[in-house]
C-alpha cells in the first residue's frame, strides 16, 4: 500500500464537532445546567434550611443582645422554640413503639437468630467501649474534687446509690406493671435499707421498658403467620403516617432553630 492510502482522510462528522465544541453553550446546555442546579438545591433543600436558619439565628441573637427585653418578651421569643421541642417530644413514643413492631413482625424467622446476635455483640461491644471510657474520664478529670471540702464541713443527709441497685432498677423498667404509666413515668431509684427496698419513680417515658415490650410484639405478630396479617398491616400503616408527621415536624424545625438561637444568644450568654 502506498503512503498517501495510509493517510486518513478528516470526515466532515469530526469538522462539525470541533465547530460544536468550540462555540459557547447553546440554549439546551443552559437549561441542562439550570436543572441541574435546582436538582442539587431540591436535594438539599432541608441542609440549606437549616443553615440559613442558623444564620438568621445567630445574627438576630447578637443584635438583640443590647435590648432590655422583660420575662414576658423572652417568654415570647421562646415560645415558637419551645414548640418545635415539645412536637419531637410527641413524636418519640408513636415513631419508637410502631418503628419496631412493624419493623420485627415483618423480619422472617429464619434471620431472627442472626440479627439477635448481631444486635448483642453491638450492645455489648458498645457497653464496654462505654464504660471505659466513663472509667477513664473519671480517673482523668475528677469529678467533685474541688468540692469535696463543702461537703465534708456541711454535713447533709446523703443517700448512696449501689450498683445493685441501679441494676435492678434497669431489669424493673424492663418489665413495667402498666405499659400506660411506662409513657410518661419510670423506675428511678430504689433505696435498700434493711429488710425493706423503697422503690422511686420519676417524669419521663420509660423507654427500656417500652422497647422490650414492642419487641416481644414484633416477635409474635412474626409468628402467627397469616393469622397476625391484619395487625401487622395495621402497625405498617401506622408507622407511615408517625413517619410523614416526623417529616413534617422536622422541615418546620428551621423557624424554631431560629427562635432558639435568639433566645440563647441574647438572653442567656
Known sequence: MSEVELVEVAKPE??????????????????????NIWIFLKRNAFVILTMAAVAVGI?????????????RDIAYLTFPGELLLRILQMMVLPLVVSSLIAGI???DRKDFGKIGLR?????????????????????LIQPGKSSRHMSESSPTETQT???VDAFLDLIRNMFPSNLVEACFRKVSYSNSSGNTTNTGTSDGINVVGLLVFSVAFGLILSSMG???KPLRDLFNCMNKAIMLLVSIAIWSSPVGIIFLLVVMLACTL
Do not use: W
Not at 469530526?14 to 436543572?35: A, H, V
Not at 445574627?59 to 420575662?71: D, E, P, Q, Y
Open 105 to 107: 413482625s415483618n423480619v
Open 119 to 139: 444486635t448483642l455483640i453491638y450492645y455489648l461491644v458498645t457497653t464496654v467501649i462505654a464504660a471505659f471510657t466513663g472509667i477513664f474520664l473519671a480517673v
Open 226 to 228: 397469616s393469622e397476625g
Open 161 to 163: 446509690v449501689h450498683s
Open 59 to 71: 445574627g438576630l441573637g447578637f443584635a438583640l443582645r443590647h435590648v432590655n427585653m422583660s420575662k
Open 14 to 35: 469530526d469538522n462539525e464537532k470541533n465547530e460544536r465544541c468550540s462555540q459557547p453553550l447553546g440554549e439546551d446546555e443552559l437549561i441542562r445546567n439550570e436543572f
